[in-house]
């Protein structure tokens, strides 16, 4: 059986790879895979997760056991096919190759092949160039705090603004409850 993987990323708009791999592959195969497509070194930390239809974190494949103390499944990447955790078209994973700016590559699996094998992954599509896989920490900040600065706060409502429940709202006494609170010996 073989999985046909599309890979997008939410940093580069017309980035787009699509690998096909044997089911048997282990992730670390596949990781390897996904370096050679994207140029990016392979001896770099990473991790796959298994995600949700929303894209929410659920199992971790990692490169390296990092002695977690949790009841959770440590899955390795040398150790775990990918047939063993994915059995569904429309799967989705997150290949977080820079962790210290948890960013990451999306991945879907696209398709299922029965009938067939592959010896070694194969890329059948490169669209784009892929997100440097190092990326400048000032640059890092400066895109963060554009983020920061788009999103909205409280602050940036008028202070006639009424929301729910805001009736009878008194900021003086607000701040009469925590100075008491804060006035505890």
Same mark, same amino acid.
């Given at each position: 059986?073989?999985?046909? &993987?599309?890979?997008?990323?939410?940093?580069?708009?017309?980035?787009?790879?699509?690998?096909?791999?044997?089911?048997?592959?282990?992730?670390?195969?596949?990781?390897?895979?996904?370096?050679?497509?994207?140029?990016?070194? $392979? =001896?770099?930390?990473?991790?796959?997760?298994?995600? /949700?239809?929303?894209?929410? $974190?659920?199992?971790?494949?990692?490169?390296?056991?990092?002695?977690?103390?949790?009841?959770? /499944?440590?899955?390795?990447?040398? /150790?775990?096919?990918?047939?063993?955790?994915? /059995?569904?078209?429309?799967? $989705?994973?997150?290949?977080? &190759?820079?962790?210290?700016?948890?960013?990451?590559?999306?991945?879907?699996?696209?398709? +299922?092949?029965?009938?067939?094998?592959?010896?070694?992954?194969?890329?059948?599509?490169? +669209?784009?160039?892929?997100?440097?896989?190092?990326?400048?920490?000032?640059?890092?900040?400066?895109?963060?705090?554009?983020?920061?600065? =788009?999103?909205?706060?409280?602050?940036?409502?008028?202070?006639?603004?009424?929301?729910?429940?805001?009736?009878?709202?008194?900021?003086?006494?607000?701040?009469?409850?925590?100075?008491?609170?804060?006035?505890?010996?």
């Amino acid at each position: 059986m073989v999985f046909n &993987f599309r890979i997008v990323s939410d940093e580069v708009d017309n980035f787009r790879r699509e690998i096909q791999i044997d089911a048997r592959a282990t992730f670390l195969v596949f990781k390897n895979a996904i370096c050679e497509a994207t140029k990016m070194d $392979k =001896n770099d930390m990473s991790s796959f997760f298994i995600c /949700d239809d929303d894209w929410e $974190k659920e199992k971790e494949i990692t490169s390296e056991d990092m002695g977690s103390d949790s009841d959770t /499944d440590i899955y390795l990447m040398e /150790d775990t096919t990918l047939e063993e955790l994915i /059995d569904d078209e429309g799967q $989705k994973l997150l290949f977080v &190759f820079d962790y210290f700016t948890d960013r990451a590559l999306f991945i879907e699996l696209k398709q +299922i092949i029965t009938g067939r094998t592959l010896q070694d992954p194969l890329c059948t599509l490169a +669209i784009g160039n892929a997100p440097a896989q190092h990326i400048d920490m000032q640059e890092f900040d400066a895109k963060m705090d554009a983020k920061v600065a =788009n999103t909205a706060t409280l602050n940036d409502f008028d202070d006639d603004t009424e929301f729910y429940g805001s009736e009878g709202y008194d900021p003086e006494e607000l701040a009469d409850d925590y100075e008491e609170i804060t006035d505890i010996p």
